[in-house]
C-alpha cells in the first residue's frame, strides 16, 4: 500500500528573513511523498528570490495580499494531498513531524479527521512554554485520541494551524479557513473541525515557534495591540458556530454559550476603554476585573472540561454519529 501525499501549505507575507528556515524544515521531514506550497500573499520584500532559489522543490502560487485565510484557502485549493499541513513562515517543524503524524493517522483510522502535536512557543521573555501546557490539555499517554476536542477548544485556545496534519474531505467538509477572519482564523477551523470527531494527538512538541524578525507584521502581537478586534473575531466565531453548527452537543452548545457572554462583556469594556475617560476606564476595568475573576473560578470547577483521552488500540468506528456538514465545498 502506498503513503499518501502530503500537501504542505506554507502562507508567507513579508518574511523573507525566516521564510527559508520553515521551508527547509519541511523538505528535511523524514516522510515522503511531500508537496511544498508557498502561498505568496502579496509580499514586498525579498521573498520572491528566496522561493526562485528552491526551483522544482516547491510549489509556488502569487496573489495580492488577501489575509492568511485567503492564502491558505488558494494553497489548499491549489494541492494535490489527501492529507494537508499547514506551517506559518516565521516557524518550523521537527524532522519527524509528519511521519509520525501520518502513521498514527493510519492507527485511528478514516474517521479521526485530524492529528494535533505539542509545540514550543517561544514567549515574549525568551522563555518557551509547550502549547498544551497553556492550554491545560496534559493528557496522560504520550499519544492517543483526543476524544473531546470540541469542549475544550469551546473555552479557550490551542494551537493549531502549525501543528495539526488533517485528511482533506474533512477539511472540505468544514468549508476550510473562513476568509472574513484575519484572526483566530485557525481556532475557527479547529472548533469546527472538533465537531466531525475525536483527534489524534502526540504530546511531545515536534513544532518550534519562534516569532517573525518584525512582530509588527506577526497576527498575534496585532491582536494583543488592538484587543477590540481580537474579541470581535472570537464574537464572531462563537455565534457562527452556534447558530450555524447543527446538531451541536448540549454541553458544546452551554460552553459556546458561556464563552460569548464574556467575550461580550470584553469587547465592551474595551470599547470603554478606547473611548477614555475617569468613568468609562473605571467601568471597563471592573468588567474586566469580573470576567477574570469568573474565569479563574469555572477553571477551578469540575465543570471546566479536560481533555479526555486513551490510548488508541484499533480504528475508530462512525458509530451511527451526524456530524454537521458543509456540503463538502472547496474554498472560496
Given at each position: 500500500?502506498?503513503?499518501p ?34 502561498v ?51 516557524d ?78 474533512f477539511?472540505l ?6 476568509e ?12 469546527r ?32 495591540r ?45 470599547r ?10 473605571l ?6 476585573q469580573?470576567v ?14 479536560m ?9 475508530v ?16
Amino acid at each position: 500500500m502506498s503513503s499518501p501525499l502530503v500537501s504542505v501549505i506554507i502562507p508567507t507575507f513579508n518574511r523573507a528573513g525566516v521564510l527559508a528556515r520553515a521551508i527547509d524544515s519541511v523538505l528535511g521531514q523524514t516522510y515522503r511523498p511531500v508537496e511544498v506550497m508557498v502561498v505568496d500573499d502579496g509580499s514586498m520584500d525579498d521573498t520572491p528570490e528566496i522561493l526562485k532559489t528552491y526551483g522544482d522543490a516547491i510549489v509556488s502560487v502569487v496573489q495580492d495580499n488577501a489575509g492568511p485565510s485567503a492564502a491558505r484557502n488558494r494553497g489548499i485549493r491549489e494541492s494535490r494531498g489527501e492529507l494537508i499541513a499547514f506551517l506559518d513562515s516565521d516557524d518550523l517543524w521537527l524532522a519527524t513531524k509528519l511521519e509520525r503524524q501520518v502513521d498514527l493517522l493510519a492507527k485511528a483510522g478514516s474517521e479521526v479527521p485530524c492529528c494535533l502535536c505539542d509545540s514550543l512557543i517561544r514567549m515574549p521573555s525568551g522563555e518557551e512554554r509547550s502549547s498544551f501546557e497553556i492550554a491545560w490539555l496534559r493528557p496522560s499517554e504520550p499519544e492517543g485520541l483526543w476524544l473531546n476536542p470540541a469542549a475544550v477548544l469551546a473555552t479557550r485556545f490551542v494551537l493549531f494551524s502549525q501543528a495539526v496534519l488533517v485528511r482533506r474531505r474533512f477539511l472540505l467538509d468544514c468549508g476550510c479557513f473562513d476568509e472574513q477572519l484575519w484572526l483566530m482564523e485557525d481556532h475557527d477551523l479547529a472548533l469546527r473541525l472538533a465537531l466531525r470527531g475525536p483527534w489524534a494527538f502526540i504530546r511531545e512538541p515536534l513544532v518550534r515557534c519562534w516569532g517573525a524578525e518584525d512582530d509588527r507584521i506577526k497576527l498575534s502581537a496585532v491582536a494583543q495591540r488592538q484587543p477590540v478586534k481580537l474579541y470581535q473575531s472570537i464574537e464572531y466565531i462563537d455565534r457562527k458556530v452556534l447558530e450555524r453548527e447543527s446538531p451541536l452537543d448540549d454541553r458544546v452548545r452551554r460552553l459556546l454559550q458561556w464563552d460569548l457572554r464574556g467575550v461580550r462583556r470584553k469587547l465592551l469594556a474595551e470599547r470603554w476603554l478606547a473611548r477614555g475617560g475617569i468613568l468609562p476606564r473605571l467601568g471597563a476595568k471592573g468588567i474586566l476585573q469580573w470576567v477574570r475573576l469568573e474565569r479563574a473560578c469555572f477553571g477551578r470547577s469540575r465543570s471546566y472540561p479536560m481533555a479526555e483521552t486513551r490510548p488508541i488500540v484499533g480504528p475508530v468506528r462512525d458509530q451511527g454519529r451526524v456530524f454537521p456538514t458543509a456540503g463538502n465545498k472547496e474554498p472560496n
